[in-house]
């Protein structure tokens, strides 16, 4: 009989955030957990309704969630929102719910609004992930 364990994607998710967690007592700052890159395009931010739109640019992209950039722009932090835009390579229309992660004011370097992914699907998350990928090829 195996002693292996396999842990589910949840788990395996779960452990990441504690190891994570644990890493950033010991620095005192935070990194990021996927890699980013350049993507300079259209997104459109919608409520929970699906109601209303945003339209902001994108300054960045990982499997995790968006950089958008959005110097003048206030939103409020609510249960989530909806985030539309063509998939980086294919053009195919996306559509994922997620969730404030931060705000960067104008004092920054980048002044924008970042989203976290909450409901990627399997295709957009490896389509993404091979954008990325091939920016560092």
């Keep these: 009989m195996s002693n292996l364990h396999f842990l589910t994607e949840g788990e395996f998710e779960r452990a990441l955030v504690r190891l994570e967690q644990k890493r950033q007592k010991r620095t005192g700052r935070g990194t990021r957990r996927h890699s980013r890159r350049a993507l300079n395009q259209d997104f459109v931010l919608r409520d929970e309704d699906g109601l209303g739109f945003m339209r902001l640019r994108s300054i960045d992209i990982s499997p995790t969630g968006v950089l958008l950039s959005a110097p003048d722009v206030y939103v409020e932090d609510r ?16 559509k994922v719910w997620g969730r404030l992660a931060r705000t960067e004011d104008g004092d920054t370097k980048r002044p924008g609004i970042a989203f976290e992914f909450l409901d990627l699907s399997e295709q957009d998350w490896e389509e993404i992930c091979d954008y990325i990928a091939r920016a560092a090829a």
């Design 79 to 94: 249960d989530g929102f909806w985030l539309e835009f063509k998939a980086p390579r294919s053009g195919r229309h996306v």
